[in-house]
Nanobody
């Protein structure tokens, strides 16, 4: 069965950094496009970043361009989100997502940016 397990969230001050990880299992990870989404309190879930199977293509929301970097290690079946220069508005639950015949979501990891 497909599983996506996020980790790495936490409390960080504005300007700080965090690295999120999403460990995948139950499918051929190296063949699939992977995405990170986030959902802030009272807001809709939004796409943050995506990466293709070979890491040759990445895409980012305008709000995180230049601050966040998505990457993957196919040998470890893990996708990462390096978040730098964090802002208060980055506070959200961050979700790993894959479409494998249907939508699959992780359980989410909370990121709180606060002074």
């Amino acid at each position: 069965q497909v599983q996506l397990v996020e980790s790495g969230g936490g409390l960080v001050q504005p300007g700080g950094s965090l690295r999120l990880s999403c460990a995948a299992s139950g499918f051929t990870f190296s063949s699939y496009f992977m995405r990170w989404y986030r959902q802030a309190p009272g807001k809709e879930r939004e796409l943050v970043a995506g990466i293709n199977s070979g890491s040759g293509y990445t895409t980012y929301a305008d709000s995180v361009k230049g601050r966040f970097t998505i990457s993957r290690d196919n040998a470890k079946s893990t996708v990462y989100l390096q978040m730098n220069s964090l802002k208060l508005e980055d506070t959200a639950v961050y979700y790993c997502y894959a479409f494998i015949l249907r939508d699959y979501w992780g359980q989410g990891t909370q990121v709180i940016v606060s002074s």
